[in-house]
C-alpha cells in the first residue's frame, strides 16, 4: 500500500479549486484512516483514481488515505476474499445484479442515507442500478451509452428520420433494403453482441424490471413475454436486416461493412465511435439516435454498463468512506474524471459538464433526460456468468436458425433451473 500524502505532482494541473468547491455541503475535515482498493489499473484510469486521492488528501490534510490498486483481472477473483477478511473502507464494483452476490452475503453496506436528498436527483438516471432491495448499495462514478449510430449521410439520401417509433424503425429498415443495403452491421462472432440486440428489445417490449428479474433468474425463458422479444426481433430477422455471415466477425470486423456503406447503422456501446472516425466517417457522415420505443407502456431504459464504489460491510472507517463516496459524485468531480483527457466517458451527475463531443452529449443528455425506465448493465453483467454464455449462445443460434425458437428457450429454461439454486 501506498500513502499518496505530497505524491502526484499534476497529473491533473489545475484542479485544486475542486478542494474548495467539491465539498460545499458542510462536510468538516475528516481525520484518521481511509483505505482504498481499485481495480483501476490501466494507465489513464489509474490516473483518475490517484487524481481523486489527491485532491481528496487536499481537501483533509489530518486523513490517512491508503491506495492499493489491483490488474482488473485479477481483482475479480479476489474481492470476495478481501471483503470477508481484512476489508478496505472503499472498494470498486459494478452497479446492479454484479453487486447482488455481495449484498446478498452481507458484505455490502447499505448507504442509502447519503442518497438522500441532493444525491437522488443529480444520479437519478443511475440511482435503479444502484438499488437492490429497496436501498442503495454503493454510488457509480462512470458509465458510457449505448444505441443506434447510423450513416446519416445514407439516411439524408433515403429521406429517412430517425425513428422515434417501432413501426418508423422497421419503415426506415425496409427503405434501407430496398436500396440494396443492409439496415445493420454486426460481429456476433463472440456472442455478447448479440446480447445488445436481446437487451434492447427486451427492455422495450418489457421494461426495465422485467429485464432485471430475468437476468435475476426469476422470469422463466418459455414465458409468453419472452417469446414477445424474440417475436419483435424475428421481423427483422424476416426482413433481412443484419448483415450475412455475422458470426464470422469480431465486432469490429464487422465496421468496414457500415464504412463501406453496405450497411447503415450499428447497435452498439460509445466505444465504436473511435474506431468509425478512424475508418473515415466523420460528424457529418455518422450519427446516434436512441433505440426507439416498441411498447408505448414502457419506460425507456438504456444499456449503460456502470463503474461504481462500495463501501464494504466490514469496513474500519465509515463516515469518512461515505465522505469519499460523496465527492466522487460531485457534479465537478464528475466532470473531471470522465473529461476527454481522463476517462472519456459520460459523468453520471447530470449537473456536470460533458466533453464538447458530439456523441458524447447525445449519450448524457439521453441517460440524464430521457431513460426513465432505468439503466442495465448490459446482459452478461446482470446475468451470472454461467447464464450469461447459454443464453448468449441461444441469442446467436436464434439469429441463424428464428424457427427453433422453441427448442431455444427450453434449453435456456433448463439451464436457469440449474443455475440459480
Given at each position: 500500500m501506498m500513502s499518496l500524502k505530497s505524491k502526484m505532482l499534476a497529473v491533473f494541473a489545475g484542479t485544486t479549486m475542486?478542494?474548495?468547491?467539491?465539498?460545499?455541503?458542510?462536510?468538516?475535515?475528516?481525520?484518521?484512516?481511509?483505505?482504498?482498493?481499485?481495480?483501476?489499473?490501466?494507465?489513464?484510469?489509474?490516473?483518475?483514481?490517484?487524481?481523486?486521492?489527491?485532491?481528496?488528501?487536499?481537501?483533509?490534510?489530518?486523513?490517512?488515505?491508503?491506495?492499493?490498486?489491483?490488474?482488473?483481472?485479477?481483482?475479480?477473483?479476489?474481492?470476495?476474499?478481501?471483503l470477508t477478511a481484512d476489508a478496505p473502507d472503499v472498494a470498486n464494483w459494478y452497479a446492479a445484479n454484479r453487486m447482488r452476490p455481495y449484498v446478498d452475503a452481507g458484505l455490502f453496506e447499505d448507504v442509502s442515507d447519503i442518497w438522500e436528498g441532493t444525491m437522488s436527483e443529480e444520479l437519478a438516471s443511475t440511482k435503479g442500478a444502484m438499488?437492490?432491495?429497496?436501498?442503495?448499495?454503493?454510488?457509480?462514478?462512470?458509465?458510457?451509452?449505448?444505441?443506434?449510430?447510423?450513416?446519416?449521410?445514407?439516411?439524408?439520401e433515403l429521406g429517412l428520420s430517425e425513428p422515434t417509433n417501432w413501426e418508423e424503425f422497421k419503415a426506415n429498415c425496409q427503405a434501407v433494403i430496398d436500396s440494396g443495403k443492409k439496415c445493420f452491421t454486426l460481429g456476433s462472432k463472440f456472442l455478447w453482441t448479440a446480447a445488445g440486440w436481446f437487451d434492447y428489445l427486451n427492455m422495450r417490449t418489457?421494461?426495465?424490471?422485467?429485464?432485471?428479474?430475468?437476468?435475476?433468474?426469476?422470469?422463466?425463458?418459455t414465458d409468453e413475454r419472452v417469446k414477445a422479444t424474440f417475436a419483435n426481433w424475428k421481423e427483422l430477422l424476416d426482413m433481412g436486416a443484419f448483415i450475412d455471415d455475422h458470426t464470422a466477425y469480431s465486432w469490429q470486423e464487422s465496421l468496414p461493412f457500415m464504412t463501406n456503406g453496405d450497411a447503415a447503422a450499428i447497435l452498439k456501446g460509445n466505444f465504436a465511435v473511435a474506431p468509425l472516425r478512424e475508418a473515415g466517417l466523420d460528424d457529418s457522415k455518422l450519427d446516434f439516435h436512441q433505440f426507439p420505443a416498441i411498447n408505448g407502456?414502457?419506460?425507456l431504459a438504456e444499456d449503460a454498463p456502470t463503474d461504481t464504489f462500495h463501501i464494504p460491510a466490514n469496513a474500519q472507517n465509515k463516515d469518512n468512506a461515505k465522505a469519499f463516496l460523496k465527492f466522487v459524485t460531485s457534479a465537478e468531480n464528475q466532470t473531471l474524471i470522465n473529461a476527454g483527457d481522463a476517462l472519456g466517458q459520460l459523468p453520471v451527475n447530470n449537473k456536470s459538464s460533458v466533453d464538447d463531443d458530439k456523441f458524447l452529449?447525445?449519450?448524457?443528455?439521453?441517460?440524464?433526460?430521457?431513460?426513465?425506465?432505468?439503466?442495465?448493465?448490459?446482459?452478461?453483467?446482470?446475468?451470472?456468468?454461467?447464464?450469461?454464455?447459454?443464453?448468449?449462445?441461444?441469442?446467436?443460434?436464434?439469429?441463424?436458425?428464428?424457427?427453433?425458437?422453441?427448442?431455444?428457450?427450453?434449453?435456456?429454461?433448463?439451464?436457469?433451473?440449474?443455475?440459480?439454486?
Open positions: 475542486l478542494a474548495g468547491s467539491a465539498f460545499a455541503d458542510g462536510h468538516s475535515k475528516l481525520s484518521g484512516d481511509l483505505v482504498i482498493f481499485s481495480d483501476m489499473s490501466n494507465p489513464a484510469p489509474r490516473a483518475v483514481m490517484e487524481g481523486m486521492v489527491e485532491r481528496f488528501e487536499e481537501m483533509h490534510p489530518d486523513l490517512n488515505i491508503q491506495l492499493t490498486v489491483i490488474d482488473r483481472e485479477a481483482y475479480k477473483t479476489q474481492i470476495r476474499n478481501f438499488t437492490l432491495d429497496g436501498k442503495q448499495w454503493g454510488v457509480p462514478y462512470t458509465y458510457y451509452q449505448w444505441g443506434v449510430y447510423y450513416r446519416k449521410d445514407i439516411y439524408e418489457n421494461g426495465y424490471q422485467f429485464h432485471a428479474d430475468l437476468t435475476g433468474g426469476k422470469i422463466e425463458w407502456d414502457v419506460e452529449q447525445e449519450g448524457f443528455d439521453m441517460l440524464s433526460n430521457n431513460s426513465t425506465g432505468g439503466v442495465a448493465q448490459f446482459f452478461d453483467r446482470d446475468a451470472p456468468a454461467e447464464m450469461a454464455k447459454v443464453a448468449m449462445e441461444g441469442f446467436q443460434e436464434f439469429m441463424v436458425k428464428p424457427d427453433e425458437l422453441d427448442r431455444i428457450l427450453g434449453k435456456l429454461e433448463r439451464a436457469r433451473g440449474r443455475i440459480y439454486k
